[in-house]
């Protein structure tokens, strides 16, 4: 079975630039999740969908992070423009059910010079 | 506000010793706790999980003891093995709600004493 797929896995880019990462959640997964890790603050959640509808965006990310869910089986995460405190692993989960753990992909690295 | 806290922040043990990892939270609505591994490079995976019903659940070497009096729940390691040298975290959700959203500690990692 297919898990949840996210590309790229590294990004290196530019303060400023525009950066989109793409994730492909499990098939028939209705919810779906973008985290951000860094050691510092952990994983924080950015954006939650629920049957393609936004559920919650991540307060403190509002303003430069934003995410779509195109159709059921693509999300994208636009961050514009990125800034050096960007540079994190970006995660994107996906699940379906009550009392069924979101399952990961294994993250995009992104390095903000 | 951190709303799910996990201790201790680095955890080390020989090989064969039993490893516990703490976890406690602040909202007593929280009902389900999975427990996720994570490997360098690697996304969080999950290892094993609780509902707020039970106050036990094992899985192999892996078991969750969980005190809902205490908002207090920790995973014990037995037999700890090279392979086990990762980072924990513990997450909690309101399925209640109908959502899997978690929030997260900010994990232990575990390693063993070479």
């Known amino acids: 079975d297919a898990g949840v797929t996210q590309t790229p896995r590294h990004e290196v880019a530019e303060k400023g630039q525009t950066i989109i990462l793409k994730c492909e959640p499990v098939s028939g997964h209705n919810d779906l999740f973008w985290y951000r890790q860094t050691k510092i603050q952990g994983l924080e959640l950015l954006s939650y969908f629920r049957s393609k509808s936004l559920m919650e965006d991540g307060g403190a990310f509002k303003d430069r992070f934003k995410a779509e869910m195109l159709n059921s089986s693509f999300s994208t995460l636009k961050i514009q423009p990125t800034e050096p405190k960007d540079s994190a692993v970006y995660l994107c989960?996906?699940?379906?059910?009550?009392?069924?753990?979101?399952?990961f992909g294994e993250g995009t690295r992104l390095s903000v010079l | 506000q951190q709303q799910v806290r996990q201790s201790p922040q680095s955890l080390t043990v020989w090989e064969g010793e039993t490893a516990i990892l703490n976890c406690s939270y602040e909202?007593?609505?929280?009902?389900?706790f999975p427990w996720y591994q994570q490997f360098p490079g690697e996304g969080p995976a999950l290892l094993i999980s609780?509902?707020?019903?039970?106050d036990k659940k094992e899985d192999g070497r892996f078991t969750i003891f969980f005190n809902k009096r205490e908002k207090k729940l920790s995973l014990h390691i037995a037999d700890s093995q090279p392979g086990d040298s990762a980072t924990y975290f513990c997450?909690?959700?309101?399925?209640?709600?109908?959502?899997?959203?978690?929030?997260f500690g900010k994990g232990t990692k575990f390693s063993l004493i070479p």
């Open positions: 609780i509902l707020s019903v039970s």
């Open positions: 909202n007593s609505a929280f009902d389900y």
């Open positions: 989960a996906s699940s379906f059910g009550t009392y069924q753990a979101p399952l």
């Open positions: 997450a909690a959700s309101l399925p209640g709600t109908g959502s899997n959203r978690l929030t």
